[in-house]
């Protein structure tokens, strides 16, 4: 995803489309069914260098991601990068080896829906 400055806008927790926000909850709060709603049928993920496709692998990856470590999460920023995409900056913090990461989650909507998600450092 190429972000242009002239293309980017910066944007509070509130101003984020609802889905990401209910997405990022969710997953906070490791309540998967909520969080699996938020995509659409088709939708991929990648994370940590792997690609899940559709509903049941993203749920799949939701059950499992990060399931051995205690972290929290904080949003530290946000950019709206054209007319459906989305770059959110969250710090993590626990016993994850490195103790604290810096992690974009960008995102991809259509409509009410996430249909791309790519977690990078």
Known sequence: MT???????????????TVITVYLRAHEAR????AVRAFAADAVVTDEGHT?????EIRSWLSNAGSQYTYTTEFVGAHR??????????????N????SADLHYLFTLEGDSITRLTIAP
Do not use: C, K, N, S
Not at 96 to 99: C, D, I, L, Y
């Open 3 to 17: 972000m242009t400055p002239d293309r980017e806008t910066a944007l509070t927790w509130a101003e984020l489309p």
């Open 31 to 34: 309540d998967t069914e909520t």
């Open 81 to 94: 990068i054209g007319e459906a995409q989305f770059d959110v900056l969250q710090h993590l913090e626990g």
């Open 96 to 99: 994850f080896p490195g103790g």
């Open 52 to 56: 899940y496709r559709g509903r049941d």
